[in-house]
């Protein structure tokens, strides 16, 4: 069954990447209204979301914001499709990189580097990292239950030479790498939120307080990987350009957590100069209420012999 679900449809998501960009964009025209006006799929989640993040804005600055994120994630899902066949040549046009001698004078130093990162433009795209940047790539990947789907989009996302983890085994690979000296540059995305039992650090996330992930803080100062942020912007409609940002270069100089609180106020910083281009469709504040719940679990959860 599985090969059968992916024989059949894998075929036509490959015809659709082979599409012209303004084809897609004329599908994904078509989407956007089907999406937002007749299926409203998760309307409310974002628009609830957005005013959390934007309480000082109007209720019609709120609602454009709305619309807005909605005409970039159909965008988005079409150029997801598009990356399964997009050229070397085509996506170094559409996706450009400001900055990357910031990266490559860190590789020359023989520094290994986390690229922390959030979920906004088009980080799909950030698969043509190595053809901008010096030394190896690694990134994580969730492992999905059809396995000829699994192979097909790593294949497309290590066409261009990134080196694919699987996420349960990404701290495995890197703790090899450390072991035997071999430097790399570990693509972390660091802005969804985590399970409240996974949970050991809570902070403010746009004024909203919320549990954080702190596995990028916790990897780069166990393996002394320098931190920057990568952000993408959309210049037009399916281009895009990617600046990196220092977030620091000794982690084990800094405090517990300082380093996740830098990396969120940029994060906050870099979405509220495009906030139509994050990911609003996740449920970022679901657990804003849980802080006293978090704290009475943390308190019954029993101790573990050492």
Known sequence: MPFLIFALTYPLIWVFSRL?????????????????????????????????????????????????????????????????????KEILKRYKYKNPELINDLVKQGKSIALVGAHQANWEWSISLPLALEGSIYGAYTK????????????????????????????????????????????????????????????????VKVPIHTGAEMLAKKFDLVVVNYVTTKVKRGFYETEFQLVVENPRDYKEYEITDKYLALTEENVKKQPELYLWTHKRFKHRNKFEEWQKMKVAKPKTKS
Do not use: C
Request: charged share 30%; glycine share 4%.
């Open 20 to 88: 012209p960009m303004r084809i897609l964009y004329i599908k994904s025209d078509v989407f956007f209204f089907l999406i937002f006006y007749v299926l409203r799929y998760r309307k409310k989640i974002v628009y609830d979301n957005i005013s959390l993040a934007f309480p000082e804005k109007s209720s019609e600055e709120k609602k454009k914001i709305l619309r807005l994120f909605f005409k970039h994630f159909t965008d988005l899902f079409m150029e997801s499709v598009k990356a399964f066949s997009i050229s070397e």
């Open 144 to 207: 999905l239950g059809n396995k000829y789907f699994e192979k097909a989009v790593r294949d497309s996302r290590e066409k261009f030479g990134v080196l694919g983890y699987k996420t349960s085994e990404t701290v495995k690979g890197m703790q090899k790498n450390f072991s035997e000296k071999i430097q790399g540059l570990y693509i972390l995305l660091s802005d969804q939120s985590p399970q409240l039992h996974k949970t050991h650090y809570w902070t403010e996330f746009f004024g």
